[in-house]
């Protein structure tokens, strides 16, 4: 179908990387991943490296489920039964965690427990497993402001300055559409799709970019105003969040059946890939690319990368996977860290937070996640993952 083209020309200035390519890059992260489960034990790595190696922590931050989604990607791909010990280790700290409702207060409990305990429900197909799917659902949509039809990123849902979600939320928001399946109740699919909505009518603005953040009038629950947290100012575009909403759309369209927001995705794609520079890997900021001294932010590609793997399995027609092949192939060659025995992370040149001087220049455990979600996409496309 016409509308259905690539917003983007395929002859980008990058050779497709092959399924052979994948297989050997996800052997070695896999032997990579081994390392690091012998250091950490029982601990859980650090959101970012420092100095290319990662800090041990208790199950205490935002990042967590991408160690231990890792785990489950190298398990699938392998089928060592290693991968299976740290795993089922890591589900009984996500448990625990849940059960103390240690560090909780936030709207990233999909960025947990849908890379943990959903996983593992879809590959292992434990009932005993479903009671913490939900029992996260539960305390997500916790976080829901009926009045405004959105759930508030983080903070106490009664102070006012902290009223607002983030373009982050939408990868969020498969843990309650799964909820929903398992258990039978609407509301936790009901709850997403207006959340999906309200940040769909105003996190874009007219040329296809993003805000970061969104603000509501506690009072009423109007849209009051845009503005960023990560980015480089209020009016630029952070190129992790806009690389989120190139994921977060069409997770939507397979959690729903249905693609909506078509010509908008395609507008956000647009803004993203034209303002690449001339190695793929964009700047954190997208504002900036040209500025050879801008870090590079390769997490954001990862995620775009798997949004237009997403996107595919909707519309083959567009071939989209032949412009994430090439996009993967620039990313490999300029962040793989597979090749460097000292550095910890499986993807260099990532940015945490540019603006608190975080993870400049160092790996960071979503972009390792999304990498090796955007590898294993291409070695095996028949794989449904574990958002959905």
Same mark, same amino acid.
């Given at each position: 179908?016409?509308?259905?083209?690539?917003?983007?020309?395929? $002859?980008?200035?990058?050779?497709?990387?092959?399924?052979? +390519?994948?297989?050997?890059?996800?052997? *070695?992260?896999?032997? +990579?991943?081994?390392?690091?489960?012998?250091?950490?034990?029982?601990?859980?790595?650090?959101?970012?490296?420092?100095?290319?190696?990662?800090?041990?922590?208790?199950?205490?931050?935002?990042?967590?489920?991408?160690?231990?989604?890792?785990?489950?990607?190298? &398990? =699938?791909?392998?089928?060592?039964?290693?991968?299976?010990?740290?795993?089922?280790?890591?589900?009984?700290?996500?448990?625990?965690?849940?059960?103390?409702? %240690?560090?909780?207060? %936030?709207?990233? !409990?999909?960025?947990? /427990?849908?890379?943990?305990?959903?996983?593992?429900?879809?590959?292992?197909?434990?009932?005993?497993?479903?009671?913490?799917?939900?029992?996260?659902?539960?305390?997500?949509?916790?976080?829901?402001?009926?009045?405004?039809?959105?759930?508030?990123?983080?903070?106490?849902?009664?102070?006012? +300055? =902290?009223?607002?979600?983030?373009?982050?939320?939408?990868?969020?928001?498969?843990? @309650?559409?799964?909820?929903?399946?398992?258990?039978?109740?609407?509301?936790?699919?009901?709850? *997403?799709?207006? %959340?999906? @909505?309200?940040?769909?009518?105003?996190?874009?603005?007219?040329?296809?970019?993003?805000?970061?953040?969104?603000?509501?009038?506690?009072?009423?629950?109007?849209?009051?105003?845009?503005?960023?947290?990560?980015?480089?100012?209020?009016?630029?575009? &952070?190129?992790?969040?806009?690389?989120?909403?190139?994921?977060?759309?069409? @997770?939507? &369209? $397979?959690?729903?059946?249905?693609?909506?927001?078509?010509?908008?995705?395609?507008?956000?794609?647009?803004?993203?890939?034209?303002? @690449?520079? *001339?190695?793929?890997?964009?700047?954190?900021?997208? !504002?900036?690319?040209?500025?050879?001294?801008?870090?590079?932010? $390769?997490?954001?590609?990862?995620?775009?990368?798997?949004?237009?793997? =997403? #996107?595919?399995?909707?519309?083959?027609?567009?071939?989209?996977? +032949?412009?994430?092949?090439?996009?993967?192939?620039?990313?490999?060659?300029?962040?793989?860290?597979?090749?460097?025995? #000292?550095?910890?992370?499986?993807?260099?040149?990532?940015?945490? #937070?540019?603006?608190?001087?975080?993870? !400049?220049? =160092?790996?960071?455990?979503?972009?390792?996640?999304? /990498?090796?979600?955007?590898?294993?996409?291409?070695?095996?496309?028949?794989?449904?993952?574990? &958002?959905?």
């Amino acid at each position: 179908m016409k509308e259905h083209q690539p917003f983007i020309s395929a $002859s980008l200035p990058f050779p497709a990387i092959t399924p052979e +390519q994948c297989r050997d890059e996800l052997n *070695a992260i896999g032997r +990579q991943l081994t390392r690091n489960a012998e250091r950490f034990g029982d601990k859980f790595p650090s959101a970012c490296t420092s100095d290319n190696r990662y800090v041990l922590k208790e199950n205490n931050d935002w990042t967590n489920g991408f160690w231990t989604g890792m785990q489950m990607i190298a &398990w =699938e791909f392998s089928g060592e039964s290693t991968y299976l010990g740290v795993i089922e280790r890591n589900i009984a700290s996500f448990r625990a965690r849940l059960t103390a409702h %240690h560090v909780l207060d %936030h709207h990233d !409990i999909g960025f947990l /427990y849908s890379l943990s305990a959903v996983a593992y429900w879809k590959l292992t197909g434990s009932d005993a497993i479903k009671p913490l799917i939900t029992a996260a659902a539960d305390l997500l949509i916790r976080r829901f402001h009926d009045n405004a039809g959105f759930i508030q990123a983080w903070g106490k849902l009664s102070d006012p +300055q =902290e009223h607002r979600l983030i373009i982050d939320s939408l990868i969020n928001l498969p843990l @309650l559409h799964v909820a929903a399946s398992i258990s039978g109740k609407k509301h936790y699919s009901e709850v *997403a799709e207006r %959340h999906y @909505l309200t940040v769909i009518n105003n996190i874009f603005r007219a040329d296809g970019s993003t805000f970061h953040t969104f603000y509501f009038d506690p009072a009423n629950g109007q849209p009051a105003y845009g503005k960023t947290f990560q980015g480089y100012s209020d009016q630029s575009c &952070w190129a992790r969040g806009q690389a989120w909403a190139i994921l977060g759309i069409p @997770l939507n &369209w $397979s959690a729903t059946g249905k693609i909506q927001h078509y010509a908008l995705w395609q507008k956000a794609c647009d803004y993203f890939f034209h303002h @690449l520079p *001339a190695d793929g890997v964009p700047t954190w900021d997208l !504002i900036l690319v040209g500025q050879d001294d801008a870090p590079k932010d $390769s997490s954001a590609l990862a995620i775009a990368i798997c949004g237009l793997l =997403e #996107a595919h399995k909707h519309l083959p027609d567009a071939h989209y996977d +032949q412009i994430a092949r090439q996009l993967l192939q620039a990313l490999m060659t300029q962040a793989s860290a597979s090749n460097d025995s #000292a550095c910890e992370g499986l993807l260099k040149h990532g940015v945490y #937070a540019y603006a608190l001087g975080k993870g !400049i220049n =160092e790996c960071n455990l979503w972009g390792d996640y999304f /990498y090796m979600e955007a590898l294993y996409r291409l070695y095996h496309p028949q794989w449904s993952g574990y &958002w959905i």
